[in-house]
């Protein structure tokens, strides 16, 4: 069994004081300073906590990356080569947040994705339907039109299966829903995208201390984005020792 992967997405949440503390209380703890903990940041702060973070083990992740790759008339924005130069590891790509308030299609996330790599960034493509598409089965169509970007691109990449009806609602998927769509995209990977033996699928909506070591154990879940969660660092301590178990 490889290693899960844990990503905290900490949103437009804390300032630097707090975005400070709470990365102090993960360096501190060997259950969230270690290999396949990764926090995404605010991109103001990432900078700062990169400095922090430098000699432990959490990887930083940005919460986007622009489509544009050349310096210049991007007011705004943040490239890839800006990420790769502060130290993030991972870039968020097509967070349903993303999809829903910035009108992102897949033909700017094909670019962030293909930006992000270039520049050593592996970015975390999020995919996952609304409680519409869901109620109306369409789901696995939705998913694969958004997993569709990954038959263009080549290199390191994970994905993340975030259904929007359980992000940030407390609303969870069952363990069946989770290892069908999971066991789906990796059917899919497999007879579309390169590489796709490598490729992680991360479960995230509502993943908390109570429910992180059930969803983690399912079958082709290979670890967790986690939000609302991960501004605690005592509850986000409990989802990476449930992850580090499973190593
Ligand atoms: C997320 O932001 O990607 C997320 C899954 O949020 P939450 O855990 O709060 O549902």
């Known amino acids: 069994?490889?290693?899960?992967?844990?990503?905290?997405?900490?949103?437009?949440?804390?300032?630097?004081?707090?975005?400070?503390?709470?990365?102090e209380a993960l360096l501190?703890?060997?259950?969230?300073?270690?290999?396949?903990?990764?926090?995404?940041?605010?991109?103001?702060?990432l900078a700062a906590l990169a400095e922090q973070l430098?000699?432990?083990?959490?990887?930083?992740?940005?919460?986007?990356?622009?489509?544009?790759?050349?310096?210049?008339?991007?007011?705004?924005?943040?490239?890839?080569?800006?990420?790769?130069?502060?130290g993030c590891r991972y870039a968020l790509v097509g967070h349903s947040e993303r999809r829903q308030y910035f009108g992102e299609d897949n033909a700017a996330l094909l670019a962030k994705m293909r930006h992000a790599i270039a520049a050593g960034?592996?970015?975390?493509?999020?995919?996952?339907?609304?409680l519409e598409q869901r109620e109306a089965g369409s789901y696995k169509e939705v998913v694969a039109e958004?997993?569709?970007?990954?038959?263009?691109?080549e290199g390191d990449y994970v994905i993340a299966y975030e259904p929007v009806w359980a992000i940030g609602t407390g609303k969870v998927a069952s363990l069946e829903q989770i290892a069908e769509i999971h066991a789906f995209?990796?059917?899919?990977?497999?007879?579309?995208?390169?590489?796709?033996?490598?490729?992680?699928?991360?479960?995230?909506?509502?993943v908390k201390a109570e429910n992180a070591e059930a969803i983690l154990a399912t079958k082709n879940v290979d670890g967790a984005l986690v939000g609302g969660a991960s501004l605690d660092a005592g509850s986000f301590r409990v989802i990476c020792q449930a992850a580090g178990k499973l190593i």
């Open 28 to 45: 501190k703890d060997a259950t969230t300073n270690r290999e396949g903990v990764g926090v995404a940041a605010p991109a103001v702060y």
């Open 54 to 86: 430098k000699g432990g083990k959490i990887a930083l992740s940005s919460q986007d990356v622009s489509r544009f790759d050349a310096d210049g008339a991007f007011t705004g924005e943040t490239s890839a080569a800006m990420l790769a130069d502060v």
């Open 121 to 130: 960034v592996a970015p975390v493509l999020c995919v996952g339907e609304t």
């Open 185 to 206: 995209i990796k059917n899919w990977c497999l007879q579309n995208a390169a590489a796709s033996d490598k490729i992680r699928v991360l479960y995230g909506g509502s």
């Open 146 to 153: 958004q997993l569709s970007v990954l038959s263009e691109v």
């Open 1 to 23: 069994m490889t290693a899960k992967l844990v990503i905290g997405n900490w949103k437009m949440n804390t300032r630097l004081d707090s975005a400070r503390a709470l990365a």
